[in-house]
């Protein structure tokens, strides 16, 4: 099993990637950290919750990450994702608790006590837990096994600039430092997610699964699509983070290279912009695989096939 953990800022498409994990059983799922991103903290740790009681895991570990970016004020981004950032949705409270322990304690500490390469870090929202746990403990760089990250665009620019993806204009500083720690990484740009839209015929798949969990799922997605449908003039939204587990479950889906990413922390025109070396002009030696393609229909299918299984 995949010793995995999850750090989002939930999200309704942060949620289907959490639910994709839960529900296949390649994972061991050590824990979920919360950061603050596309709602505050106290809003993203709630839905964390609320996504493990709706797939009948109380027993999953939650632990909230950083209120805000290392060195930047916080933007969100509720104006994809409604105000409680779960908005289209209809779950009563959590019952799933919070940990006592901060989130970037237990990434130091669950990184230094599994064996060096074991663990895997899925990201789903600004780099800041990640960021702040290496800047305090450096030596876990060479402990983790894996980065899979979704952040950046190059060929489809930028979602919340022009220039730059919503998780990596959050927190800049952080992305550079994960960029420069030599961690593989593995990265799920705006090139790749915005091939992977939410069709009418897709939701009404989950809606049709019947489980709790697929209804759930399609009016997340109806309710974040609208916004998207409008700004980017296509059929369906784009359903960005889930891209990270099914990579991970079937990688054969995707296509990419291997190119040298650099973030933009200085320009006040492109920050947070993610610099990909796509044809290899520069002599940067590659420090990311960098996926731009995907079967759609395959993954699509395969979320389908696994969230069938949840309550
Ligand atoms: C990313 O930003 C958030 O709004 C989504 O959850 C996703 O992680 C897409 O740019
Ligand atoms: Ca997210």
């Given at each position: 099993m995949q010793k995995l953990i999850i750090d989002t800022d939930p999200g309704q498409d942060d949620a289907v990637a959490i639910l994709l994990a839960l529900a296949s059983p390649e994972f061991d799922l050590l824990g979920i950290t919360t950061v603050a991103g596309n709602v505050p903290l106290d809003l993203t740790t709630i839905n964390a919750r609320k996504i493990c009681d709706l797939a009948g895991r109380p027993?999953?570990?939650?632990?909230?990450?950083?209120?805000?970016?290392?060195?930047?004020?916080?933007?969100?981004?509720?104006?994809?994702?409604?105000?409680?950032?779960?908005?289209?949705?209809?779950?009563?409270?959590p019952q799933t608790p919070v940990q006592d322990m901060p989130a970037v304690d237990?990434?130091?500490s669950s990184i230094r006590e599994h064996p060096a390469g074991a663990v895997t870090i899925a990201t789903l929202g600004p780099l800041t837990n990640l960021g702040l746990a290496l800047q305090q403990a450096p030596?876990?760089?060479s402990r983790i096994g894996q980065v899979v990250m979704m952040g950046g665009g190059f060929f489809e620019g930028g979602n919340i600039t022009v220039a730059a993806e919503f998780n990596i204009y959050v927190d800049p500083?952080?992305?550079?430092?994960?960029?420069?720690?030599?961690?593989?990484?593995?990265m799920m740009p705006l090139d790749v997610t915005h091939k992977v839209l939410t069709h009418q015929k897709r939701i009404d798949r989950f809606a049709g699964l019947g489980n709790e969990t697929g209804r759930q799922v399609a009016k997340m997605l109806s309710f974040s699509e609208r916004f998207d449908e409008k700004k980017y003039g296509t059929d369906g939204g784009p359903l960005h983070d889930p891209c990270t587990?099914?990579?991970?479950?079937?990688?054969?889906?995707?296509?990419?290279?291997?190119?040298?990413?650099?973030?933009?922390t200085r320009s006040e025109l492109t920050?947070?912009?993610?610099?990909?070396?796509?044809?290899?002009?520069?002599?940067?030696?590659p420090n990311a695989h960098v996926i731009r393609d995907i079967d759609d229909d395959g993954f699509f299918d395969l979320l389908a096939r696994r969230l069938v299984g949840l309550p």
């Open positions: 027993d999953c570990l939650v632990f909230a990450g950083q209120d805000r970016p290392l060195v930047r004020p916080l933007v969100t981004a509720e104006h994809v994702h409604g105000r409680t950032g779960l908005d289209g949705t209809d779950m009563p409270p237990f990434l130091i030596d876990i760089a500083e952080a992305a550079d430092i994960i960029f420069r720690s030599e961690i593989p990484i593995v587990i099914a990579w991970l479950l079937a990688p054969k889906l995707f296509s990419g290279r291997h190119c040298n990413v650099v973030i933009e920050l947070g912009m993610t610099v990909i070396d796509w044809w290899r002009v520069s002599d940067r030696a």
